[in-house]
């Protein structure tokens, strides 16, 4: 049986044609990665963050709130979501922290920022900061207004389904952008950052406390003691909320005049159903 050069030909160009498109598929799945990193102590960060990287596929979790975060470096052609809450107008501090743990090769970032309904201020401004420096560039970032994590009755159950559309048509707009060339979004802020403040909550634990552990455990700055988690260290607490939130008793609170306290100052200056911000 004879076989023509040009048979040899299309058959050659058909096999090579068939290896660069596998090769291409395998290539982009060994490399190209998706991250949902967040710094979230009640949950509600997290579900943001988790809610948006649903639009961009799989997605690898980064959770900043763990003592045993590992580092990561991230690849000019990866994605990260990163979102933090707001405390008192600044990134938590641990957070940042945490973020240097991070290394990205212009790797495209969008930030988000969550908050109680009062103000962000230099939170977004920072976030942007803290990534650029380690390598990320910056395309989006938005603003999402939550229910507040001390005084629950302000912008109680945000995010609303409302808010997590708004948020779904801003990710369409985001995967578009990461189709062209990647330019580093503008945010609002001061530099220098307003002073980071903890505000002490002298958390209270009740006799319903049963001894389980998981508020050590969740702890994001090892503040309570895992031999008797009654014990919080009052000077390493962030006033986070995070054992308030994950107590399977309900046996841990702020302290009830400090919260009774944030709530009427809060309830003064926030105005309700506040909208979010995106850019």
């Known amino acids: 049986m004879w076989v023509t050069t040009e048979r040899v030909g299309y058959w050659r160009e058909y096999i090579l044609g068939k290896l660069k498109i596998y090769s291409g598929e395998l290539l982009k799945g060994k490399i190209m990665a998706n991250y949902n990193v967040y710094f979230s102590p009640t949950g509600t960060t997290e579900r943001v963050v988790k809610h948006m990287g649903e639009s ?10 763990r003592r045993d975060m590992k580092n990561h470096e991230m ?7 990163v979102g933090v809450p707001s405390f008192g107008g600044r990134v938590p501090g ?12 212009r ?9 109680g309904g009062r103000a962000y201020e230099d939170t977004l401004v920072e976030l942007k900061d803290v990534l650029e420096a380690q390598g990320f ?8 207004v939550a229910e507040h994590s001390i005084a629950h009755q302000i912008e109680a159950g945000r995010p609303s389904a409302q808010d997590y559309d708004e948020l779904d048509t801003f990710a369409a707009e985001v995967k578009e952008r990461l189709k062209g060339n990647v330019c580093p979004v503008e945010v609002p802020g001061n530099r220098p950052y307003k002073e980071y403040k903890v505000l002490p909550m002298d958390i209270q634990v009740s006799d319903e406390c049963m001894g389980c552990g998981s508020c050590a455990e969740s702890c994001p700055v090892g503040a309570i003691s895992f ?10 607490c962030i006033s986070c909320m995070s054992c308030v939130e994950i107590c399977p008793q309900s046996a841990r609170s702020g302290n009830p005049e400090k919260v009774q306290m944030i709530s009427e100052k809060l309830k003064m200056i926030c105005q309700p159903d506040k909208a979010n911000e995106f850019f």
Not at 56 to 65: Q, R, Y
Not at 227 to 236: F, H, L, Q, R, V
């Open 56 to 65: 961009f596929g799989s997605m690898e979790n980064i959770d900043l709130s």
């Open 107 to 115: 790797t495209p970032a969008f930030l988000l920022v969550t908050y």
């Open 227 to 236: 031999e008797d988690p009654k014990m919080t260290n009052g000077e390493a």
């Open 75 to 81: 690849k000019q052609g990866d994605f990260c979501i």
């Open 94 to 105: 641990i957070a940042t922290e945490r973020l240097r743990k991070m290394k990205g090769d």
């Open 137 to 144: 560039v910056c395309i989006g970032a938005a603003a999402i």
